[in-house]
Structures are given as structure tokens and as C-alpha cells.
């Protein structure tokens, strides 16, 4: 059974289940829900825990199999964390968590709780995963995208009794604090709990929040480019800025727009040349949102530009290795914005981005 994360509290209520699988990149939803399902295993009885992380070719699953099928020595009922960081158990391990999957049916002395990554298509569709969701609870982790971030922020601060004001106002200060934290939901987390701390239950002013929050943002080159193909020209410098405070490689940021250009470039060929848009988009291995970006700014941009910002992406790879192009900045940095913001240009209007 596939659940998204908010809808766990309700599922614990209503009793525990012998197999749960966390799949997820952010640390702190996959920590919250961990600690979720602990809250409920102690309140049920299981009060030993053993914890087996699982990487590298060299495994010993047998003791893994053991843990997940015996009682335990010192307590009627144990929980058992099994964690692949990888998200990928090898052939030994699909087994076994296939027969962990499937002697978990009726289980009460044992809770298993199996960690993982977000997994692309090829793991979703394995047996061993397909094990672990017919037989169990998998709770969907996602990530809060830039869009939901001010209404997530909304949502923490009613949970500790505190509120933006109504308006403009309110929503200027929920997007000064997801300014602040893009990219860090623990970090945005923690800046939450500060409010708590600082202010008393009530209304927030913007000036209070302002004060309080800092700059904790963690950027990332892959999210630039998507400010880029959403055509937020100040989203683009603010991160392109952080990018660099931060000590990200410049050759990183441009390998990263490079590679989306690419591949809007090879898409568009292939329909040039009359093959179907979804088998284009699946041929490049596009799926998901980047899918659904693809096909709005698809029929706006032409293949001239994109050899365009192609050809300008081999003269910015030379400004960061050092070499010096004609008509372009020197710096990297300035280099990498003066490509980026006609990119960013003319995908304005091609897609609505709630603020």
C-alpha cells in the first residue's frame, strides 16, 4: 500500500503495521516519519530497536533475515531498521526482502521499517519492491518543491499556533522565509521552531521574521536550472549568487544547463524529424515534472536557439577553464549569468510559478 507522508499520522492511528518502507531523499521528512513510526512501536511494545545499514557489495543478509524473524532475547516485541542508503540491495538482498516481505503477514513480535532513497522507474518496478508494497505500508517522501515551500511554512506554523498576517503581507513573508531556507527543509524546519521560541502564539509581523531568520539556503545547480526554465530571471542571480558563496565548482553550474539544453535540443530534433513527442521524451529518458516542462516550453522554443545557447555553452566552458571569448565577461561567474538570463528570457510566460 503506497501512502504520501501526511497521510502516515492517520494510518499509525489506526494500528501498526508489521512492514513500513521510507522512500525519500529529505532527511528530515524521512526522520519525522521515523520517529512517527518509533512513537507508536513504544507505545505498542516494542521496546529493543536493532539498527542494519546496508551498503557495499560485501552484506551479510543472513543476519539481517535472522533479526526480521526471531524473537528477541530481551523484550516480547523489537523493531527492525533496515537501511539502504543506495537504494539498490543487490541479488541477495531483493531476496531477502522478498522474504521479509512475505513473512511479515501477521507478524506481531517484529516491526520491520526498510529505509530508502528515492528510487527511479527501474526500482519501483522490481519484484523486491513490489514486495515490499503489496505486503506493507511504503510512505512516499517528497520533496517540497519551491512553489509549496511558502505554503509548507504556512502549515509548520499553524502546527506551533503561530500565523502570517492575511494578505500581501503575509505572503511576502512566507516568501522571505523560503528565500531564505530554498533548498534546506531541515534547515527551514529549524528556523520555524525558532519563531516558536522567540515569539508567543499569534500573528507573525514581517518585521519579527525578518529579524528572527537567517540566510540558510543550500543551493543547488539542478534547481538553478529549473529557475532558468521557469523564467524567474531574479530567482536565477539570487541562486547563481549562492551557488558561488558556497564554493560550487562553476564547471558543475554549467555542466548542469548544458546538459538540459542538450537535452531540449535532441527532443526537439527527434520531432522535427517526426517521431511523437512522448516517445522522444522517453527515448531521452524525461519523465515526471521535468516531463511536464519539457512539453510547455517545447513548441515555444526553436532548434535555432537552442544551437544557439549550445554553441554559447562551449565559449562559457572555455571563459571557466580559462580561456578569454570576445564580447564576453571574463569572470566565470558573470560568464555563466550572461548565458543564462537570455535562456531564462525566453521562458518567461511559458510557465505560471506560484510565489
Known amino acids: 500500500m503506497l501512502i504520501p507522508s501526511p497521510q502516515l499520522s492517520a494510518q499509525l492511528t489506526k494500528g501498526l503495521r508489521p512492514l513500513y518502507t521510507l522512500m525519500g531523499d529529505e532527511p528530515l521528512l524521512q526522520q519525522e516519519a521515523l520517529d512517527a513510526i518509533r512513537v507508536k512501536a513504544r507505545q505498542d511494545g516494542y521496546t529493543e530497536r536493532q539498527v542494519f545499514t546496508v551498503s557495499g557489495a560485501h552484506v551479510d543478509w543472513s543476519a539481517v533475515l535472522a533479526a526480521g524473524q526471531s524473537m528477541s532475547l530481551f ?11 543506495s537504494g539498490k540491495p543487490g541479488k541477495e538482498g531483493a531476496a531477502a526482502l522478498q522474504q521479509l516481505a512475505a513473512s511479515s503477514a501477521g507478524q506481531t513480535e517484529v516491526l ?13 518496478k522490481s519484484a523486491w519492491f513490489a514486495a515490499l508494497d503489496q505486503h506493507g505500508v511504503v510512505v512516499r517522501l517528497d ?91 531574479d530567482r536565477v542571480i539570487r541562486m547563481l549568487d549562492g551557488l558561488q558563496a558556497e564554493g560550487t565548482a562553476a564547471v558543475m553550474v554549467h555542466w548542469a544547463l548544458a546538459e538540459e539544453l542538450r537535452a531540449l535540443w535532441r527532443v526537439q530534433s527527434s520531432v522535427a524529424a517526426g517521431k511523437p513527442l512522448p516517445m522522444a521524451l522517453r527515448e531521452q529518458r524525461v519523465w515526471g515534472p521535468r516531463e511536464k516542462r519539457f512539453e510547455r516550453l517545447l513548441p515555444r522554443i526553436t532548434l535555432s536557439q537552442l544551437e544557439t545557447w549550445l554553441m554559447q555553452a562551449h565559449q562559457v566552458d572555455g571563459i571557466i577553464k580559462g580561456l578569454r571569448q570576445p564580447t564576453w565577461p571574463h569572470d566565470p561567474w558573470e560568464a555563466l549569468l550572461a548565458w543564462a538570463l537570455p535562456v531564462c528570457k525566453a521562458c518567461q510566460g511559458h510557465t505560471r510559478v506560484k510565489q
Open 143 to 233: 520533496s517540497v518543491e519551491r512553489a509549496q515551500l511558502p505554503g509548507w511554512i504556512a502549515q509548520r506554523l499553524q502546527a506551533q499556533n503561530q500565523r502570517v498576517p492575511a494578505g500581501e503581507e503575509g505572503q511576502r513573508a512566507l516568501a522571505f522565509v523560503a528565500d531564505r531556507v530554498e533548498g534546506n527543509l531541515l534547515a527551514a524546519h529549524q528556523e520555524i521552531q525558532k519563531l516558536g521560541l522567540l515569539y508567543p502564539p499569534g500573528e507573525l509581523l514581517f518585521d519579527q521574521i525578518e529579524s528572527a531568520v537567517l540566510n540558510v539556503a543550500r543551493y543547488d545547480p539542478f534547481k538553478w536550472v529549473e529557475a532558468i526554465m521557469e523564467g524567474r530571471p
Open 112 to 124: 520491520t521499517v526498510v529505509v530508502l532513497p528515492r528510487l527511479d522507474s527501474t526500482g519501483t
Open 75 to 85: 523484550a516480547e516485541r523489537q523493531m527492525v531498521e533496515i537501511r539502504i542508503p
